[in-house]
């Protein structure tokens, strides 16, 4: 009882578009994925994936534990389909990270709605950011290279992207939607890529597609959250 009576004190904080949002993909990818025979973990990374963004972006310190499920099942499908880069982004980096993430954000929450207090970086800790991001970019690059890894530069823009979007998840940052934006396209591009070389993976593009989208909303609605603090 005391858990239905979190959900429905929690669920008063969606609105009803993300309720009719959250369901109707669910639904979607589902009905997709078994209708093309996806494969199970693809569907579970997918489920996981989409409920995690989904909660992430509403502020819930809960979306972590979703996340640690979610970064398992990815791990696997990026080694079957060679994306070593991204196997090694989950496993080594996101995994913790969700770990750290949920003592962290336990620290600054709005106890009034049980969401994070949100903030953004000033310009200079942007440039900082964003040319780390870009000399880590090459150096991964050179090393997916030296393994023989799929798309490596792809797969290197994608990893050395999601590793600062990750930091400004974990920090709070409102600028971690415009970076996961970008991360989403070219994680996107680099599955489609895949599916049309043989690999069972549409839940997978689906979710990276919702992702794409999701990263747009919480932008805005982050930005409307920040304005009405100042």
């Not at 009905?31 to 997918?46: E, V």
């Not at 389909?81 to 996101?94: D, E, K, T, V």
Request: net charge positive; with cysteine.
């Amino acid at each position: 009882m005391k858990l239905i009576n979190y959900i429905k004190s929690e669920l008063k904080f969606f609105n009803k578009f993300e309720k009719i949002l959250y369901i109707t993909v669910i639904i979607l990818v589902f009905t997709i994925s078994l209708a093309m025979k996806d494969s199970k973990i693809a569907l579970m990374s997918a489920l996981c994936g989409i409920t995690y963004t989904l909660l992430a972006g509403k502020g819930k310190v809960y979306c972590y534990y979703i996340g640690i499920i979610g970064t398992f099942c990815y791990c696997i499908i990026s080694f079957k389909n060679g994306l070593y880069g991204n196997m090694c982004l989950y496993g080594l980096y996101f995994l913790p990270m969700q770990i750290i993430g949920i003592f962290n954000w336990k620290k600054h929450l709005n106890k009034e709605k049980n969401e994070i207090i949100k903030t953004s970086l000033n310009n200079k800790k942007r440039i900082i950011c964003f040319a780390v991001t870009i000399i880590l970019t090459v150096l991964i690059y050179k090393i997916i290279s030296i393994y023989g890894g799929k798309n490596p530069f792809m797969d290197a823009f994608s990893v050395s992207f999601s590793i600062l979007g990750q930091y400004l998840t974990l920090k709070r940052c409102i600028e971690q939607w415009g970076i996961w934006f970008i991360v989403n396209l070219i994680t996107l591009i680099m599955w489609i890529i895949a599916y049309i070389n043989g690999s069972n993976c549409l839940a997978t593009i689906i979710m990276w597609l919702i992702y794409l989208i999701l990263a747009v909303y919480f932008y805005v609605k982050w930005n409307k959250s920040i304005e009405n603090k100042q």
